[in-house]
């Protein structure tokens, strides 16, 4: 949903298909029952119940070391490159999900969390929550969407944004290839959905007062009501912004947007029309923090 040279292109820098969604299958793998003899499988062997309570055990202590070292951090340090963890631990960019334990988000903009932390963590949380602002329906709202770029954007770039979402977003084929009224609404008996989804943060460069942060997230995208020509479908994308410091937060200087990665759908069967749309009235965002 970002045009071409400003991150919120024509097709919403997605596929031909912006529609499409990868299909999954999975195999099963059928037990037969146990022989009572004569149908040329024989009876199944008694359990050796001594190896399998080694088993269990070893499972069990594997376990419990596993969280000892998480809770220890790593036990090596800066050292630890070559301990238990192996590469994995130094790898560039990459750190684990979890809270960190520091509130970074202290207040509001608007309906848009403010008051990052001056450091990377702060840099990934205005990331995050920017995707999911420049990726909500609210976008598709002229008073909302420029509520969202004067937020969002560094105040020497916001006017520019402005002008240059104004004009994408109130195009009439655009908003005909997604099948909402020229005013940006959903026609009648219809709900249009737009969410952004993060699934994770990595951040390419910190420079004290710049940053570039990659957000990966799903996104929900679509019309959900009976006769939707446009059905709600789910598409992966990873959106990297330039940060700069500003009057104290964070806030965005320019973005890309790029395919994926997506993993494989799986066999799921799609909700109906009514209950995907409930679902995302009755379920709130999240304000995304590490």
Do not use: C
């Not at 990459?94 to 334990?101: E, F, Q, R, W």
């Not at 949380?125 to 909500?136: I, R, T």
């Not at 029309?273 to 409930?278: F, H, L, T, V």
């Amino acid at each position: 949903m970002s045009p071409d040279d400003d991150g919120y292109g024509n097709d919403s820098g997605r596929s031909n298909d912006g529609y499409s969604t990868l299909g999954g299958t999975r195999q099963t793998r059928t037990r037969l029952p146990d022989s009572q003899g004569g149908d040329g499988y024989g009876p199944r062997r008694p359990a050796r119940n001594s190896r399998s309570l080694f088993t269990v055990l070893g499972v069990v202590i594997l376990l419990l070391a596993a969280i000892a070292f998480a809770n220890m951090g790593g036990g090596g340090g800066d050292n630890g490159g070559d301990g238990a963890r192996g590469s994995d631990a130094k790898r560039p960019g990459s750190a684990p999900t979890a809270a960190t334990g520091t509130k970074p988000v202290t207040g509001k903009n608007g309906s848009i969390p403010s008051g990052y932390a001056h450091d990377e963590q702060g840099a990934q949380s205005a990331a995050a929550n920017y995707s999911v602002a420049l990726g909500s329906a609210d976008m598709f709202d002229k008073s909302r969407r420029r509520a969202i770029a004067s937020a969002v954007y560094a105040p020497a770039v916001a006017s520019a944004r402005q002008g240059a979402l104004d004009k994408v977003y109130s195009g009439e084929d655009f908003l005909a290839n997604i099948g909402l009224n020229a005013d940006g609404t959903a026609p009648a008996g219809q709900t249009f959905i737009s969410r952004s989804n993060p699934v994770g943060t990595k951040v390419e460069k910190f420079n004290g007062d710049t940053a570039s942060v990659s957000v990966w997230y799903s996104a929900l995208f679509g019309l959900a009501g009976e006769g939707s020509k446009n059905p709600v479908s789910e598409s992966w994308f990873t959106n990297t912004f330039a940060l700069t410091w500003t009057n104290g937060d964070w806030k965005v200087t320019d973005f890309t947007q790029k395919d994926g990665p997506a993993p494989v759908g799986r066999d799921q069967a799609a909700s109906p029309a009514g209950e995907m749309a409930d679902a995302v009235e009755q379920f709130g965002g999240f304000t995304y923090a590490r």
